[in-house]
């Protein structure tokens, strides 16, 4: 098996694996992230624009790498450490993004993204090695150094989707927004359905969702993925008693019983549309009756039968958008939504579905002109 071998990978140069905590909280407050305190699990920055062209350096691999281990990982670039030391200026705070151990690099005239890891990662690369997806993030190459694992991925011009919609700066209009839920759908559908065996993310948020030059949208930071049963949607599942994420994209059987079916990502992606359509974080000051918020749980209700769901979705909506979308298209984003986060599994959508149903709000929203008001929010506004 692959991560078997890339077990034994690193055997061969004596790393020390450190035992995984249990839950805690990281230290953020307010922010309720229970997240494992290491930095296997930080972003990486990237995107499918860098293609390497650094050679394997088939001696400085030789000497670590057992043979069937060195097949199982022939298609990555294996680094030396002074390399990588160059091309992020060595690894200095300028090129660090943000708080995580990632560092911009150039590799031979190209961007690239540099994370450092400590512990193991042969889960990670196991699955990163075998998923070949446009809307996923690419591993293209690796580096062990003095006990560390140095990871090279593909460069997201654009950062987080998570600053785009909670930075307070410049924001995704409509169009972007539904590009964006469609490609991580996509991702994640292929993950569920087509990859070999099928995985589940479990740590889908905005924050590990990057965009490129394009603003297309790529599924980052594997380092809790694990691969599923064939089937599990409706039959086999999987328990732990090691329950890490962050607070509001946690479904409620993950949580509560440590249950892991591909359900688990139907309901972060859900919470990740919410965030899409509202440009609220996944947990927010709801004032002083309500304090802080789960915004699944505000958005119960938002679309019912009966009642007016046109209007309860226009207040919903994120401002910023300036009320320049399709509202039926919101609507029908909304309800989506909304069943993404039902309380119970059953209740939610497979990822096929909600594939199909974003193809579909995609295409109409590649036909929808914005400066046509008719079919805008902005036209009904005070109806």
């Known amino acids: 098996a692959l991560a078997g071998l890339l077990g034994l990978m690193f055997l061969c140069v004596r790393r020390r694996r450190r035992p995984r905590p249990g839950v805690v909280e990281d230290g953020h407050p307010g922010k309720g992230v229970l997240d494992v305190p290491s930095s296997a699990d930080y972003d990486p920055l990237a995107s499918g624009k860098h293609t390497s062209s650094a050679t394997t350096n088939s001696s400085s691999s030789s000497a670590f790498v057992s043979t069937d281990a060195r097949a199982a990982v022939e298609s990555l670039t294996v680094y030396k450490y002074s390399e990588l030391e160059k091309a992020t200026a060595g690894f200095s705070e300028d090129?660090?993004?943000k708080d995580a151990s990632?560092?911009?690099a150039v590799i031979n005239g190209d961007a690239a993204a540099v994370k450092r890891v400590a512990g193991?990662?042969?889960?990670?690369?196991?699955?990163?090695?075998?998923?070949?997806?446009?809307?996923?993030?690419?591993?293209?190459?690796?580096?062990v150094h003095h006990g560390d694992t140095y990871l090279v991925f593909e460069f997201a011009e654009n950062g987080a989707l998570s600053n785009w919609l909670h930075g307070g700066g410049d924001t995704l209009v409509w169009k972007q927004r539904v590009q964006a839920a469609f490609d991580?759908?996509?991702?994640?559908?292929?993950?569920?359905?087509?990859?070999?065996?099928?995985?589940?993310?479990?740590?889908?948020?905005?924050?590990?969702?990057?965009?490129?030059?394009?603003?297309?949208?790529?599924v980052s930071s594997f380092a809790l993925a694990r691969s599923v049963p064939t089937g599990v949607d409706g039959g086999?599942?999987?328990?732990?008693?090691?329950?890490?994420?962050?607070?509001?994209?946690?479904?409620?059987?993950?949580?509560?019983?440590?249950?892991i079916t591909p359900k688990l990502d139907v309901f972060a992606f859900g919470v990740v549309l919410l965030e899409l359509l509202s440009g609220k974080e996944a947990t927010f000051d709801g004032g002083a009756k309500r304090g802080e918020t789960l915004l699944w749980e505000s958005a119960e209700g938002l679309v019912v039968d009966g009642e007016d769901?046109?209007?309860?979705?226009?207040a919903f909506m994120d401002s910023r958008l300036n009320g320049d979308y399709p509202l039926d298209l919101a609507v029908a984003v909304a309800s989506l939504a909304v069943r993404c986060v039902a309380r119970e599994p059953r209740g939610r959508p497979s990822m096929d579905e909600v594939f199909v149903t974003l193809s579909a709000v995609y295409n109409s929203t590649l036909d929808w002109d914005p400066s046509d008001y008719s079919n805008s929010c902005s036209s009904i506004v005070g109806r």
Do not use: F, M
């Open 95 to 97: 090129r660090r993004v």
């Open 102 to 104: 990632v560092y911009r």
């Open 120 to 143: 193991d990662v042969s889960g990670e690369v196991g699955i990163l090695k075998r998923v070949n997806h446009s809307s996923l993030v690419r591993l293209s190459g690796l580096c």
């Open 184 to 218: 991580v759908a996509d991702g994640l559908n292929y993950l569920h359905h087509y990859s070999n065996p099928p995985c589940v993310h479990k740590n889908l948020k905005s924050s590990n969702v990057l965009l490129d030059a394009d603003l297309r949208a790529k």
């Open 236 to 259: 086999d599942a999987q328990l732990t008693r090691h329950v890490v994420g962050t607070q509001g994209y946690l479904a409620p059987e993950y949580l509560e019983h440590g249950l």
């Open 309 to 314: 769901a046109r209007g309860k979705v226009r």
